[in-house]
Each structure stands twice: as C-alpha cells, then as structure tokens.
C-alpha cells in the first residue's frame, strides 16, 4: 500500500526565513504534486513533478523530485506572511496515462510570522 | 474557462438520511475523481468515473457509489449517513490520455452530518 508522510506537520517560521518541507512516499512513483490549501478553501496546484530531477519554482517556493529516494522538497525562500496556508504533497498511483489517483500526505501547516 | 464547480456548498443532514453531491468538471476534462478530507487530514481517494463508469476505487463502503453522465458531470451518493461521513468532499476532473495532466479540484462540498 503507497504510503506518503510529510514533514513536518506543524512550521513556524517568521518572514524573511527560508524552510523546507519533505515529502517521502514508500512505492515507485514518477508523478508527484504539491498543492496550497488555504483554511476552508479547496486545493490550489502549485507543481507536477513528473521525472526523477524536476525541479520547478514560481516565486518563492522551489519543488524538487528524487524518485530513486522516493523524495521530494518545497523549498520556501524569505517566507512572507502570504504564504500561510497547509501544504500537501500527492502521489499518483494510476498506471494509466492522464488519471490520477492522488494518495496524499497529511499535509504541512505553514505558518509565517512578522 | 469554468474550473471544476460543486454543488452544494455546504450541507447538513441527520444521521442515517442520505446525500447527493454534484460536480461539473473543467471544460475539456473527461474524468472526475472523488475525494473525502476528514478535518485535519488530507484528501482521501474514493472513486474516479470515467466514460460513465467507475474506473477506480479507493477503500470506502458501498454506501458510498456516484455517476457520470454523457456531459461528463458527477453525482457522488452516500446512503446511511455516519457522523463520520462529515468532511469537506472534493472533486477533482483530469483528462484521460495527457500524461502531464494534472487534476483540477473544486471549491468542495462541506458536508455535516448531526
């Protein structure tokens, strides 16, 4: 059974910080996606990783993917207040092009303080 | 460009009664892929519907089942509702075939169950 675990659970950090968030998950997988989830809102897509290497960034927050070590991080750089929200890593387990069936972690809370 | 809408919001109902939840997936999607998110949790697969049929399923009861019409749109049912059956339920719409795809999700369904 996929498993994927984050850490950690709970971050705070104050702004102008930089942190990072792992992502671990236990089977072969090529597919890996970050998503934002703000407090009763639904889930934004931030990066698909989809080869061993990727590495992509929008602002600041850089994702990285090491399929062999079954990793992945979301790097965030001089964390401002804006970036508060939880933080999920997803792993795709269809064997079938386009599908998705996402097995996601337990997400990361992010909080970033003045 | 209309993303991925559910329908209701926000919904109580009495323990044992049972629910319908729609979704229309983003313009140019086939599939819709069904989600529960517990509070504090993350999202939990429960089954994808594509070409009107339920092509996966995650480790949920019969009591929960869907549908998907020609128009691609999906109902997701739940009978005998538990006070455990109340979470934010997701929907997410990809399309079969595009392996970069990644899958949009809705604004969700908060279901509460008394």
């Known amino acids: 059974e996929l498993k994927v675990e984050q850490n950690p659970l709970f971050l705070s950090m104050q702004e102008g910080k930089n942190y990072t968030i792992y992502c671990n998950y236990s089977t072969t997988s090529d597919r890996l996606y970050w998503y934002r989830q703000d407090p009763g809102k639904s889930l934004e897509s931030l990066f698909v990783?989809?080869?061993?290497?990727a590495v992509k960034q929008e602002g600041r927050l850089m994702a990285s993917l090491d399929t062999k070590a079954r990793l992945s991080t979301l790097h965030i750089t001089a964390a401002v207040h804006d970036l508060s929200a939880t933080y999920f890593c997803?792993?795709?387990?269809?064997?079938?092009?386009?599908?998705?069936?996402?097995?996601f972690g337990k997400g990361t809370k992010l909080t970033v303080n003045p | 460009d209309a993303g991925v809408t559910q329908s209701p919001t926000h919904l109580i109902k009495t323990r044992g009664q049972q629910v319908t939840l729609r979704c229309s997936p983003k313009?140019?999607?086939?599939?819709v892929s069904w989600y529960q998110q517990a509070l504090g949790q993350g999202p939990q697969f429960i089954f994808q519907y594509y070409e009107e049929e339920e092509r996966q399923r995650g480790n949920f009861p019969d009591r929960f089942s869907g549908h998907q019409f020609p128009n691609y749109s999906s109902e997701l049912n739940v009978n005998a509702l538990l006070l455990g059956d109340s979470a934010l339920y997701l929907c997410?719409?990809?399309?079969?075939?595009?392996?970069?795809?990644?899958?949009?999700f809705g604004q969700g369904t908060r279901l509460t169950v008394v």
């Open positions: 313009s140019g999607h086939d599939t």
């Open positions: 990783l989809l080869s061993n290497g």
């Open positions: 997803a792993v795709d387990r269809s064997r079938q092009g386009g599908s998705e069936k996402l097995v």
């Open positions: 997410a719409s990809s399309l079969v075939g595009q392996t970069s795809t990644e899958a949009f």
